[in-house]
């Protein structure tokens, strides 16, 4: 029987230097879905390099957030309720402009191009259920004239981690100057098809 209903907690997570993803519907997961669809999340002041899918047109739909979009020689912003069309082979990118994060939903037609992704190499993949956490990287408390070293818990610097509902984790969250590093075992594909400039 086809998957017709997905729910977020029923997708894994795969995640990147600049924020995560989780695709819904894939060819992969999907056994005959002619496109994939999910939603990405670009956070503050992040974005990914300009790059190219040869097999596959993209289309973006901005969930929220404010961002500059490249395809191809045009650079425009995008925000909330925007469309992009990204014809297959043009290089792209995308870049998070505002404090929030930029969320978007992103669908590959035909589907499965989001495979050559897990090549990347800051690509980590989360299993389902999983929760994704980030924390501000250390550095100079803002409100604070205190040196970084004065706060030992900050001054190693910032960690991701990955938990299911059972952990007893923290998860921290900073509206600037997000970043994320991989604590624990984490697998990836490699795949072909994503050339970067």
Known sequence: MTVTHIR???????SFDWGTMKWFVSPVTIPGAANS????????????????????????????????QTV???????????MVYIPMAT???????G???LRLIVTYTPGGEEQALTALPDF???PAGDIVGWERPAGRDLFSAADPGDHPARA??????????????????????????????HHSATVSGVRHA
């Open 8 to 14: 977020p907690a029923d997708a894994e997570t795969f």
């Open 37 to 68: 669809q999910g939603e990405v999340i670009i956070n503050p002041g992040q974005g990914h390099v300009r790059h190219q899918h040869e097999h596959a047109d993209e289309l973006i739909y901005v969930i929220s957030g404010t961002g500059t």
């Open 72 to 82: 191809g020689d045009e650079e425009f912003p995008v925000a909330e309720g925007d």
């Open 91 to 97: 290089m792209h990118s995308t870049m998070n402009t």
């Open 99 to 101: 404090w929030r994060t």
């Open 124 to 126: 980590a993949r989360h």
């Open 156 to 185: 190693d610097g910032a960690a991701l981690h990955s938990h299911n509902d059972e952990d007893q984790g923290t998860l921290q969250c900073a509206a600037a100057g997000l970043r994320q590093v991989l604590i624990g075992a």
